[in-house]
């Protein structure tokens, strides 16, 4: 049952990708005086023989000289071959500019869930189940503060914590003398070092609304008549909040970890630029303000397949916590 659960999610999400495959291309149309246009009236504006060859190469590779229809059908039949086009702001491939860039940023935004949920459910649970204790007026301030801090500054205060107290470099994922060397353990244990700070920094946000929501989901579940049934058979405190309070109390969160990547994602462009770091959001921006559109539509697609990603991994857990949802 969990497999035809899993097959019928994945049937879903395939129309879902070209139909945001669709958008992206449009984007990547619209605006006028893009990197491309601007190549080609400089490759004429030369009139030689090469620059008339490379005119017909970007003719026949991206079917300048085609329907609209076909021309999404070369750009999408070759990206998802691996082929993103090339970036005329780098005069590189796509492929080489983002990879690295990506796998980078992915592991700063699953590092940053993992401690938003680490530090937030503890402290939700233990708020619901002490209210209006002093410490639940205490993580409740501290939430509210976690909540209306801007991230950029949050950086800048960690930034000058992390030199001044730990006396440790800022700036970047890692040491100079890492950051052109080929992966190595030493290397790995260097961006560990140095991920911390993002990492508080972009999950903070997510840690003090997670934190929120938890202690509010849980309330209303101890109110619930199961849960009184349960206390009066008998059972323990603990196994009353973890077995069943908790447990239910888990669906909205669950539910909202789909969106959580690509916003994560998304979200770390402002502290990337603050903090130096070599990761999605700067190039992504600059591909924006330089109307570097294959780079651009490159970016929103994998944020689309991020997202797709997400969403079906959040209907996975949810289906395996709570049964009744394969039946839908």
Request: charged share 15%; aromatic share 12%; hydrophobic share 55%.
């Amino acid at each position: 049952m969990m497999i035809t659960f899993i097959i019928k999610r994945i049937l879903y999400f395939i129309p879902l990708f070209f139909l945001i495959s669709i958008v992206s291309f449009i984007v990547m149309e619209l605006p006028p005086g893009d990197f491309l246009a601007s190549k080609i009236q400089e490759l004429q504006q030369q009139g030689d023989l090469s620059a008339i060859n490379r005119i017909e190469e970007y003719k026949v590779r991206y079917g300048l000289d085609k329907l609209l229809f076909v021309r999404y059908w070369i750009w999408i039949s070759k990206f998802v071959r691996g082929d993103f086009g090339l970036s005329f702001d780098y005069e590189l491939p796509v492929r080489q500019l983002i990879w690295e860039r990506l796998g980078l940023t992915m592991v700063l935004s699953i590092l940053s869930i993992i401690f938003s949920w680490v530090v937030a459910l503890p402290i939700g649970i233990y708020s619901a189940t002490h209210q209006y204790s002093p410490a639940d007026h205490t993580f409740t301030f501290i939430s509210f503060i976690g909540l209306s801090i801007p991230s950029f500054l949050l950086a800048l205060v960690i930034m000058f914590i992390a030199v001044f107290v730990f006396n440790q470099s800022v700036g970047g994922l890692f040491s100079p003398e890492f950051a052109d060397a080929s992966w190595s353990l030493g290397k790995v244990v260097d961006l560990l070092k140095h991920a911390w700070i993002p990492v508080i920094v972009i999950g903070m946000a997510g840690t003090a609304s997670l934190m929120r929501i938890m202690r509010g989901n849980l309330l209303d579940i101890l109110g619930q008549m199961y849960i009184q049934t349960a206390r009066a058979k008998g059972l323990r405190e603990r196994v009353v909040i973890y077995k069943h309070a908790v447990r239910n109390a888990l669906h909205p969160l669950i539910m909202s970890l789909g969106m959580t990547l690509p916003v994560v994602i998304s979200g770390e462009t402002l502290v990337a630029i603050v903090l130096n770091l070599p990761t999605t959001g700067p190039l992504f921006l600059r591909a924006l303000q330089r109307q570097d559109m294959m780079l651009a539509a490159s970016f929103l697609m994998w944020l689309t397949i991020l997202l797709i990603f997400g969403n079906l991994l959040a209907d996975i857990v949810l289906a395996w916590v709570d049964p009744r949802i394969r039946y839908d």
